[in-house]
Nanobody, 114 residues
Framework: QVQVVESGGGLVQAGGSLRLSCAVS????????WAWYRQPPGKQRELVAGITNGGTTTYADSVKSRFAISVDAAKNSYLQMNTLKPEETAVYYC?????????WGRGTQVSVSS
């Protein structure tokens, strides 16, 4: 089993920055993909960014050049978010994939005020 816990959310003004963290523990051997998703109020969950264990990254078009995903040696993931916009208010979730299984955290709330 893999445990996933997000942190770092909060309230920030438009144009501000936040860094989200995803602590991954348990049976992390074989973990090969990390991703961040978000779910705005009343909307579907959407992919924000992903990274493979080889370092290949993908981003939603709306966040390219403003967000950066990374993974450290302990297999924790981070999402640096810059120039945040009010419409990016959402619960942000970390997703970890390994050995054919995916694991989700409970999310962290990000609120961007105008």
């Amino acid at each position: 089993q893999v445990q996933v816990v997000e942190s770092g959310g909060g309230l920030v003004q438009a144009g501000g920055s936040l860094r989200l963290s995803c602590a991954v523990s348990g049976s992390t051997f074989g973990t090969n993909y990390w991703a961040w998703y978000r779910q705005p109020p009343g909307k579907q969950r959407e992919l924000v960014a992903g990274i493979t264990n080889g370092g290949t990254t993908t981003y939603a078009d709306s966040v390219k050049s403003r967000f950066a995903i990374s993974v450290d040696a302990a297999k924790n993931s981070y999402l640096q978010m810059n120039t945040l916009k009010p419409e990016e208010t959402a619960v942000y979730y970390c997703n970890v994939v390994g050995r054919g299984a995916g694991y989700w955290g409970r999310g962290t709330q990000v609120s961007v005020s105008s």
